[in-house]
């Protein structure tokens, strides 16, 4: 008989479950959800749909067959998995792709470390990553947002914001000229232009950062520190060449910054458990993501920062954990 279970730090003394803030999650993800598909149509919808139904499948089969435990598919993490990873995608990415996505998110990046509490890395963006080294075409064909009546399969694709100024500028082109061929401030911030469903409209996402603030879901450290390192590295590129560079609210509007920071960055299992840890997590994130978008190969480098990051947070954490009680402070 199992009379005590020993899981992994961090151990959080309250009221909450596991369960209620997953849920909690979810909700702040639905105003997100219902722009992509306002924008995108049907394809919003049946990406997510598929991705959270084939995340929690693979996780009851891997849990039940070959774990042979009792599976906790009931507590919601396979469901925040399953939308964060259809947020991540083009909404007309083929339901194959999808399927494949999820049991890479679940059955390499969370099971295979023995499930919730003890996965490195989040699991969404293990599946994300591994899509778009594997299917690079399909994971970068995005749909044109034409509204609700959106065919899945007849959508018209076409380049994200970033991705335009990207390829404009290894062509010659100049900033102010490119910038004309891109939505405005206010339709990226509503969430009007091409892009993965989940990072559309900031207007969501920080509706949904607000609601996890309330419920005490997350803290402000790690979308702060993100968001402001994100502005003060791609501020000091803007004035130095505002002709080369883009400003600091065209890289917080466009992307995933907003996702990733608020969703996925802020992970209880793969962030740090101090304050100043946090703080340093998401600083890292900020000042990468912008590395990789100005100097990477890609447009985008906010999946590939939080990973980056997700790696360092054992040491983070080792390096900042609190002073035992009792123990005197050294001398040397």
Known sequence: MKFLTVSPSPHVHGAASVKSLMYDVVIALLPALGISIYFFGVGALVVTSIAIASCVLFEYLIQKILLREEPS???????????????????????????????????VGKMTFGGLGNNPFNPALVGRVFLLISFPVQMTSWPVPKGFGTSYTDATTGATPLGIIKEGLLAGKELPELMSEVPGYLDLFVGYMKGSAGE?????????????????????????????????????????????????????????????????????????????????????????????????????????????MNAFVPLINSYLKPRRFGKEASNG
């Open 200 to 308: 559309l409209s900031a207007m969501a996402l920080l509706l949904g950062f607000g609601y996890m603030l309330y419920r005490k879901v997350i803290t402000w450290h790690i979308p702060i520190s993100i968001f402001l390192s994100v502005i003060v590295f791609s501020g000091i590129m803007w004035v130095v060449n505002p002709d080369q560079y883009l400003s600091p609210l065209f890289h917080l509007l466009t992307g995933g910054i907003m996702l990733g920071a608020i969703y996925m960055a802020t992970d209880y299992v793969t962030s740090p458990m101090t304050t100043k840890g946090k703080w340093i997590y998401g600083i890292g994130i900020g000042i990468l993501t912008i590395i990789i978008r100005i100097w990477g190969a890609y447009p985008e480098g906010i999946s590939f920062a939080i990973l980056i």
């Open 73 to 107: 598919v009931s507590d919601g993490s396979a469901v925040v998995t399953g939308i964060l990873l259809a947020f991540n995608v083009p909404a007309n990415l083929p339901i194959w792709i999808i399927i494949l996505g999820a049991l890479v998110s679940i059955g």
